[in-house]
């Protein structure tokens, strides 16, 4: 029997069309964009109007992703939505987008794992491709995580952004080329709840809440938790910093992403950035940096490329495919 794998078809994205500065914030809270830069690399981010929901944001990414893998919405089977910031408490936001794309075989569900939840999300989507249960998957990464934002809090508010990122993967039965998803790795350690949480929820206060994170604390552990997951990505595959074309990380703060790639070995001319002009978007960044790595021509069909993300909880994950 041949080697199943999930292949990437099409990848799509969407940002709000409001885009809030670093300037702008400076006429809110007592920040600059000097400060800013220096301390995260963020120049501005996206912000989701006040009629936009994350099912909205998600809807708009995965018929994006369809259009770009030239598939109909038809042909969808499983659908994974990675997201914070879901519409409702219940029901999962994934069925909003399925429901919107006029899908009605299959089934839909959220993942919660904070900015890591893409990697997560892929990683599931893959193991239910390669069952041969399941022929094609949309997987999203869809956040409004300017609701949850404390806006007179400075060391947080100039974080974050709003957006959502979706790729189609597809169950493919002895690909030639060996594209797909080589191997992923996921982690979690829930000691550390305290340094990034929100701090309210539906068993908790009754209430939504706002995020609240122990920056330094998060930073420190940031760059063991990263490199530990992707040296299990090169064990499992036998590449290495210097094989990889691409190294895609969550998009959550510059300093982090350089310290990682550094430690690493990766070349600096491998990483995506797109913190500067999207934030730290959470569970949507891998998927937004993706597809304007794809949109300008830098990811190319047989690019090996490596995804990271690490997030609240604490949760981290890796994945590495063959594009």
Not at 30 to 36: A, L, N, R
Request: glycine fraction near 10%; include cysteine; charge should be negative.
């Amino acid at each position: 029997m041949s080697l199943i794998r999930s292949v990437v078809r099409g990848c799509g994205c969407y940002l709000p069309p409001d885009v809030l500065t670093n300037d702008d914030l400076a006429k809110q809270v007592d920040t600059s964009d000097d400060w800013i830069v220096q301390r995260t690399g963020i120049r501005q981010r996206h912000v989701a109007s006040a009629g936009e929901m994350t099912s909205d944001l998600a809807l708009a990414a995965a018929r994006a992703a369809l259009a770009d893998a030239k598939m109909s919405a038809d042909e969808i089977d499983l659908i994974v939505l990675a997201t914070s910031t879901p519409d409702n408490t219940f029901p999962a936001s994934a069925v909003s987008v399925q429901a919107g794309l006029g899908i009605t075989q299959g089934f839909a569900f959220d993942v919660q794992a904070v900015c890591s939840g893409f990697v997560y999300a892929l990683a599931i989507a893959d193991k239910f491709l390669v069952s041969g249960q399941h022929k094609r998957a949309l997987v999203i990464g869809a956040e409004t995580m300017s609701r949850i934002l404390d806006w007179t809090d400075r060391t947080t508010c100039v974080l974050f952004g709003d957006g959502a990122g979706a790729v189609v993967l597809e169950a493919v039965e002895g690909d030639a080329e060996g594209r797909g998803v080589l191997t992923t790795h996921l982690r979690s350690d829930g000691r550390h709840k305290g340094k990034l949480f929100v701090d309210g929820g539906p068993s908790s206060t009754g209430t939504v809440g706002h995020l609240r994170m122990e920056g330094r604390e998060v930073f420190r552990h940031a760059v063991g938790m990263i490199t530990d997951v992707i040296r299990d990505a090169f064990e499992a595959t036998g590449e290495t910093a210097e094989t990889i074309d691409w190294f895609v990380p969550h998009q959550a703060n510059r300093r982090i992403i350089d310290a990682s790639a550094q430690k690493l070995g990766i070349a600096p001319e491998k990483v995506v950035i797109t913190v500067d002009q999207h934030g730290n978007t959470s569970a949507a960044s891998i998927p937004l940096a993706l597809a304007a790595a794809l949109a300008d021509g830098r990811i190319k069909r047989g690019d090996l490329v490596l995804l990271e993300a690490m997030g609240g909880g604490f949760t981290w994950g890796s994945a590495l495919l063959r594009w």
